[in-house]
């Protein structure tokens, strides 16, 4: 149970009870008889295709798989694709949904304020519940930028809420703001790190300072950054507001790396898109939240050439809900209608960024992101059979989905070999008192934040 548990308040732990019995299958699992997507570079469709899984692990895609003992998931007439990747999210704002009501409520001034009032209990509440929004949709991995922690109590409850929900992830743990206020605790971090829990690992939410001459403060985010780096740690940073100066100040005091992940960089400019490239960075777009807050138009075509580039929520509340749907919709109408171009983009390119992009950006391909042998088996299985998806008698599946497919018709989701979400419905939790918890954090937030 949670190093937290003894602090937290019985709906928390009555959430907690049925997770406690998730375990691996004795036996194989076979996907059999779906149209398979493996999302492989190079690889093809199976219209008439098996997966077979033992323990975590894929171990065969093919055709009529003769497995004699598996347990079996009947897929045919679906569609088996990899799970969602969300390169970039803030799960700890989903209890603020509702709060960001463009001028009369912006998003980062509201987020700090309600942020600033949220104890453990309210980010483990956040977290657990965005999470479970994002495995109801199809993904599988999230990269949560947790930007909201103010002690290792907060961290603890975070990362308690990824590992609790199931959820791959990488956490980047960071501080509320841009100042040396709350500069990430080192040690706390390399504990938890350390910990090497089988799906949540660690990372660093890097912020740059505010005034980017600020040397003092430049010397506080350098030992972060050494720190990530001596540890092989993952890091993201913003690239937003003064995107311009920022991108530059990365270039200038040599930042870019493999393991840095850049978000948003909307705007950036050709050459410093090269120089990501050129350093084997990566860069994660979240078009749903850039084009809320004003960043501009997240147009696909303006980031050709990118190697490593995914998709990202941001924040199911900003987005408006954890839906790897439209986001992929949002960005694929964007470059339609700014070029006046109906054949763009391709629908099969917009779900490769969708699962082994994102991976790719993560730094977990060879992990996730792709069906094929040796993966880990993160697998959704989407269900035409609804008024939203009716009508297809054949043609471009990639097309149906992206334009399509909504998280209802995620029909089936498969974590490191667990079986998360059947027939339509999360496994193991209780959804009613998971939704009561989160309306009674979000309210006595409200009540706090007026106190």
Do not use: C
């Not at 109906?342 to 992009?357: C, F, K, N, V, Y």
């Amino acid at each position: 149970m949670l190093a937290l548990s003894r602090r937290m308040p019985a709906a928390l732990l009555a959430m907690l009870v049925p997770l406690a019995t998730w375990a691996s299958a004795d036996r194989p699992l076979l996907i059999r008889d779906g149209y398979i997507m493996p999302m492989t570079p190079g690889g093809q469709d199976l219209p008439r295709g098996d997966v077979l899984i033992r323990g975590d692990t894929i171990v065969a895609v093919g055709e009529k798989l003769s497995v004699p003992d598996a347990e079996i998931i009947d897929a045919k007439g679906r569609f088996v694709l990899p799970g969602f990747v969300d390169a970039h999210s803030h799960l700890w704002v989903t209890t603020l949904r509702g709060q960001f009501r463009n001028a009369g409520g912006k998003f980062f001034p509201v987020s700090n304020a309600l942020g600033s009032k949220m104890q453990p209990d309210d980010i483990y509440t956040a977290m657990y519940t965005g999470a479970l929004e994002l495995l109801n949709g199809g993904i599988t991995t999230s990269g949560d930028f947790f930007d909201n922690v103010r002690g290792p109590a907060w961290a603890e409850a975070g990362f308690s809420a990824l590992r609790d929900a199931g959820i791959r992830a990488i956490m980047y743990y960071g501080g509320p703001d841009k100042s040396t206020r709350f500069p990430v605790d080192l040690n706390h971090a390399t504990a938890l790190a350390a910990r090497q829990d089988p799906l949540v690992k660690v990372g660093l939410a890097w912020r740059l300072p505010r005034q980017l001459n600020d040397e003092q403060n430049w010397a506080v985010r350098d030992r972060e950054y050494r720190w990530a780096k001596a540890r092989g740690l993952p890091i993201q940073v913003h690239v937003s507001g003064d995107a311009d100066a920022m991108f530059e100040a990365l270039i200038a005091r040599r930042y870019l790396a493999p393991s840095v992940t850049l978000v948003h960089a909307t705007n950036a400019r050709a050459s410093q898109l090269q120089a990501l490239n050129h350093a084997g960075a990566s860069l994660a777009i979240t078009p749903l939240s850039e084009q809320r807050v004003g960043y501009g138009l997240t147009r696909l075509d303006h980031f050709d050439g990118v190697t490593r580039i995914g998709f990202g929520i941001d924040g199911n509340s900003l987005a408006g809900s954890g839906d790897m749907f439209a986001t992929m919709r949002l960005a694929a109408l964007t470059l339609s209608g700014a070029t006046a171009d109906e054949s763009r983009p391709d629908p099969r390119q917009l779900l490769i960024m969708a699962t082994r992009g994102g991976a790719e950006t993560l730094g977990l391909d060879k992990e996730t992101g792709s069906l094929a042998p040796g993966k880990r088996a993160d697998i959704q299985i989407i269900s035409p059979d609804s008024l939203t998806m009716s009508g297809y008698g054949g043609g471009d599946p990639a097309a149906l989905l992206l334009y399509s497919a909504q998280p209802h018709n995620v029909a089936t989701v498969i974590i490191n070999g667990r079986i998360v979400k059947q027939d339509g419905k999360l496994n193991a939790v209780d959804l009613a008192e998971v939704l009561a918890t989160a309306q009674r954090s979000a309210e006595a937030l409200q009540q706090r934040a007026v106190e």
